[in-house]
């Protein structure tokens, strides 16, 4: 079954302890994302990557990290997190279509982070 | 930059009634445009997309048609169900990003 598998789904954590949030997808996407989900401020993109070893700030990138070794995996890192970085995080994959960016984008069921 | 103007909710309806949501954009370039549906405790799925000017997109009985001359994609569907209660995001992409709207939260009353 193609699908993005993000871990985990809950956390409480907090201020100052690192975390990392997993992202896996087993459709062979190049492209892969994060967003934030938060109330009234609908998706905002934190990364992206375009392929293995190339990724790129979003819109919100201040206090997260990523890498991208792997094509199947992108994870997200908060190597510090404080509590304004509560929120509803998801990641996504999409296929790369030549002229017309990318295709439908495929998301996990996204990971709920609170930090105290 | 690009950005993405739908209208606000909560939008609240009956089975079986008409549904519009208003999304308006602005881009640089010729973007493509999207709505994406959120059901309660899951990710995004696509609902539907367009990807050039006049294009109609549509899927499980809702309808968008990219206006380019209004810089509009509004959402339609004739007849609401329970089921089709989510939170509903226009989306554009310019090459490799895509930008969300806020969301409109929908809720189909018996």
């Known amino acids: 079954e193609a699908q993005v598998t993000q871990n985990p789904r809950y956390l409480i954590t907090v201020t100052g302890k690192k975390l990392t949030v997993t992202c896996s997808q087993n459709?062979?996407?190049?492209?892969m994302s994060w967003y934030r989900q938060d109330p009234g401020l609908g998706l905002r993109q934190i990364y992206y990557?375009?392929?293995?070893?190339?990724?790129d700030k979003g819109d919100v990138p201040e206090g997260y990290k990523v890498s991208r070794k792997e094509k199947r995996n992108f994870p997200l890192i908060l190597e510090s997190p404080s509590p304004n970085q509560t929120s509803l995080y998801f990641c996504?994959?999409?296929?790369?279509?030549?002229?017309?960016?990318?295709?439908?984008?495929?998301f996990g069921e996204g990971s709920r982070l609170t930090v105290l | 930059g690009d950005s993405v103007t739908q209208m606000e909710g909560p939008v609240t309806l009956s089975e079986e009634a008409c549904l519009t949501i208003?999304?308006?954009?602005?881009?640089?370039?010729?973007?493509?445009l999207f709505w994406y549906v959120q059901y309660p405790g899951e990710g995004l799925q696509l609902l539907l997309k367009?990807?050039?000017?006049?294009d109609k997109g549509s899927n499980k009985g809702f309808e968008a048609t990219y206006r380019k001359e209004t810089t509009s994609f509004h959402l339609e569907k004739g007849s609401v169900q329970v089921s089709d209660s989510a939170v509903y995001f226009c989306?554009?992409?310019?090459?490799?990003?895509?930008?969300f709207g806020k969301g409109t939260l929908l809720t189909v009353n018996p």
């Open positions: 996504a994959s999409s296929s790369r279509l030549a002229g017309t960016g990318f295709g439908e984008l495929f």
């Open positions: 459709m062979n996407h190049e492209y």
């Open positions: 208003n999304c308006t954009y602005t881009a640089t370039g010729y973007p493509s």
């Open positions: 367009a990807t050039k000017a006049d």
């Open positions: 990557s375009m392929n293995v070893e190339v990724t």
């Open positions: 989306a554009l992409s310019d090459n490799y990003k895509l930008t």
